[in-house]
């Protein structure tokens, strides 16, 4: 696990996130936007080039309120997309350990921890949920993905369903 913090305002809440332009457009407030870009730069000096795997990324979030106005899970969202910016990591990965928050009111934090319980790359097998090792899985040499779906067991286990199924004998 991985920790670091970056000066908070509720500039990060989620009401006060966007700003109606012309014609309806809306777009992140500009605050909104430095505070992302803030976030990702602590991130990726806190991570300091550590690799982060294909795996669960479990984060930590612990919002230091100036008052007992905003509520804590608005940060969610900026905190997820900021941290996806900065590892490279589909946001599918991603879990949250801790959300809390605490009544500061000089200099107050948003706090941010990014941790692995395992550095080994791995993919969700589609059809059995599992999340399995990426050897599991067959390289392809065409195709927008670099693999397969479908985890070696289920591989194996569908010709088998297969068969049972033409048989018609529950599997
Ligand atoms: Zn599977």
Redesign the pocket.
Known sequence: MVRFGVPFSYAASKNRMYVKRRRGHVALRREVVALREQIVLAALGALNGRRIAHNKVWLEIVVQKPDNRGDAVNVVDLVCDAVKRAIQIDDRWFCIRRLDWEIVKADPLLKIGIGQDSDEDCLV?S????I?PLGEFKRRRTGRLAYGR??A??RHAGRGLAESLAGGVAP
């Open positions: 097998c059809q059995c949920g599992q399995r479908i985890c067991a289920c």
